[in-house]
């Protein structure tokens, strides 16, 4: 199964046609909310309408700039890269996941490109690189000791191009300039650099939270203006939840296969989207109720 297809399965035979997204919700054309804990694979992790980068997109496209001709776009978003994973300072773009993880299966025959969220760390394999994800479970170390990182941005859906971080000195100039990015829409890129400054934004906000330097308007727990009023952060969401494993704002599956086909179904009628699959992780929304999550509770409770 490739990354493109864990991340981005078929929901044809498993939810009725959506009408609309908003925040951490799905809406069916009956008008029915459901409470999205997946989460497009954590590209909506700062919720389905990111703040600012639908903007960034008609703004470009306003521009006309739809063609793949030469822009600013693709430095832009290595430059936000780099920000954010400065020991990885190699990176190559790609029109998809799909092409990136083919070049990562050339370079690396064997070696599976893991995902933190739900995998152990082994900086011998490439991996996701996913927001807030615990640094035990990152696949990275000082000094980018692992082999290559594949970011999940906050994009939200299956359009964002395959980002590829590695350590310096690990790629080829010639494969600088094959996958430089210069094939991506520009309005696609600078969506996805809007996302990736989102990110590198609510770093820097726990960074200050830390320090106690506090970026005026900030209140602690919540993310400000990147969200709706009293959208969650990643880094300060919580969720226990019985057979699940918590890890920054993802949670790990530990039960049976079996259980959670069943306890897949019972949500669903209770309108909430869980992963489709038990490998899969969920990924805690930023806003929810108790009313929303108590149900979950109550299934997951009864497995044996």
């Given at each position: 199964m490739t990354i493109f297809d864990r991340l981005f399965p078929d929901f044809t035979e498993i939810l009725p046609e959506v009408n609309r997204c908003r925040d951490y919700?799905?809406?069916?054309?009956?008008?029915?909310?459901?409470?999205?804990?997946?989460?497009?694979?954590?590209?909506?992790?700062?919720?389905?309408?990111?703040?600012?980068?639908?903007?960034?997109?008609?703004?470009?496209?306003?521009?006309?700039?739809?063609?793949?001709?030469?822009?600013?776009?693709?430095?832009?978003?290595?430059?936000e890269l780099n920000s954010l994973l400065p020991a990885y300072p190699e990176v190559l773009l790609f029109s998809g996941l799909i092409e990136a993880e083919r070049w990562l299966n050339d370079r690396f025959p064997g070696k599976e490109v893991l995902?933190?969220?739900?995998?152990?760390?082994?900086?011998?394999?490439?991996?996701l690189w996913r927001p807030f994800?615990?640094?035990?479970?990152s696949n990275t170390k000082e000094g980018g000791e692992g082999l290559a990182l594949?970011?999940?941005?906050?994009?939200?859906?299956?359009?964002?191009?395959?980002?590829?971080?590695?350590?310096?000195?690990?790629?080829?100039?010639e494969e600088k300039k094959l996958y430089s990015g210069a094939s991506i829409p520009p309005y696609i890129l600078a969506g996805v650099v809007r996302a990736a400054a989102l990110?590198?934004?609510?770093?820097?906000?726990?960074?200050?939270?830390?320090?106690?330097?506090?970026?005026?308007?900030?209140?602690?727990?919540?993310?400000?203006?990147?969200g709706s009023a009293g959208d969650k952060a990643p880094c300060d969401r919580k969720l226990t939840l019985p057979q699940w494993e918590k890890?920054?704002?993802?949670?790990?599956?530990?039960?049976?296969?079996?259980?959670?086909r069943t306890c897949f179904k019972a949500a669903l009628a209770?309108?909430?989207?869980?992963?489709?699959?038990?490998?899969?992780?969920?990924?805690?929304?930023?806003?929810?109720?108790?009313?929303?999550?108590g149900p979950l509770i109550e299934i997951f409770s009864s497995i044996d």
């Open positions: 919700h799905i809406y069916d054309g009956r008008g029915r909310r459901y409470l999205d804990m997946y989460l497009s694979g954590g590209t909506a992790l700062l919720g389905h309408r990111p703040n600012g980068i639908s903007l960034r997109v008609k703004n470009v496209m306003a521009k006309g700039l739809w063609a793949n001709y030469p822009t600013a776009w693709p430095g832009r978003l290595k430059k995902d933190p969220a739900v995998s152990d760390s082994d900086t011998d394999h490439p991996a994800c615990p640094s035990e479970y594949v970011p999940i941005l906050p994009f939200p859906g299956p359009f964002t191009p395959g980002m590829v971080c590695l350590p310096e000195g690990s790629i080829r100039p990110v590198r934004s609510h770093y820097e906000d726990l960074s200050s939270d830390r320090t106690g330097a506090k970026p005026d308007g900030h209140k602690p727990g919540s993310t400000g203006k990147k890890r920054g704002p993802y949670l790990k599956y530990t039960g049976s296969t079996d259980a959670y209770r309108q909430i989207l869980l992963p489709p699959a038990p490998e899969l992780p969920l990924v805690i929304p930023g806003l929810y109720s108790r009313g929303e999550i």
